[in-house]
C-alpha cells in the first residue's frame, strides 16, 4: 500500500518538507559544532560577557539569545515539517486544502530565503532555494488527484 504523502498532488510537496527536515537537522548540527578559530572563541567569549536584562530575574547574555533563538529555528522548521508530512499523509485531508497549504509553506519559505538573502549566508540560503523551488513545482507542476468539481 502507498503511502497518500507519495501520491500524485503530493509528492513534490512531501520532499519539500522532508528537505526542511533535512536543513533543520544540518541547522542542529552546525549549531552545536565547536568553535574552530582563536577569531571565533573571542567572539564567542565577548557574547558570553554581554548581558541584556530584560527583568524577570533573568540576565541572559548574547550567547544565550543567540543560542536560544538557534534553538528555536530547528524545533520550528522540524515540528512544521513534521505537521506537513501528517496533513500530505492523511486521507482526510483533501486537495483543495492541501493546495493552501503548500500556498502557505511557499510563503514562510520564500521569507526565509529573502532574509537569507538579505543577511547573507549560503547554507540556509542553498536550502531555502531548494525548497522553495520545490514548493512552487509542486504548485504549478504537480495536478492533484482529486476532481476540481
Known amino acids: 500500500m502507498a503511502l497518500t504523502l507519495w501520491r500524485r498532488g503530493r509528492r513534490l510537496f512531501s520532499a519539500a518538507s522532508v528537505l526542511i527536515i533535512v536543513t533543520a537537522t544540518a541547522h542542529t548540527f552546525g549549531f552545536f559544532s565547536r568553535p574552530g578559530s582563536d577569531e571565533e572563541r573571542r567572539v564567542l567569549a565577548g557574547l558570553r560577557g554581554y548581558a541584556l536584562p530584560p527583568g524577570l530575574g533573568m540576565n541572559p547574555t548574547l550567547l544565550s539569545i543567540f543560542q536560544n533563538l538557534g534553538a528555536t529555528m ?70 492533484s488527484s482529486e476532481p476540481a468539481w
Open 74 to 143: 530547528s524545533i520550528t522548521f522540524g515540528a512544521i515539517a513534521t505537521l506537513n508530512l501528517i496533513l500530505a499523509n492523511s486521507d482526510e485531508f483533501r486537495d483543495t486544502l492541501m493546495h493552501k497549504l503548500k500556498w502557505v509553506n511557499a510563503a514562510w519559505v520564500g521569507a526565509f530565503l529573502v532574509a537569507s538573502a538579505v543577511w547573507p549566508f549560503q547554507p540556509p540560503f542553498i536550502c531555502a532555494t531548494f525548497i522553495e523551488l520545490l514548493l512552487m513545482a509542486s504548485l504549478v507542476g504537480e495536478p
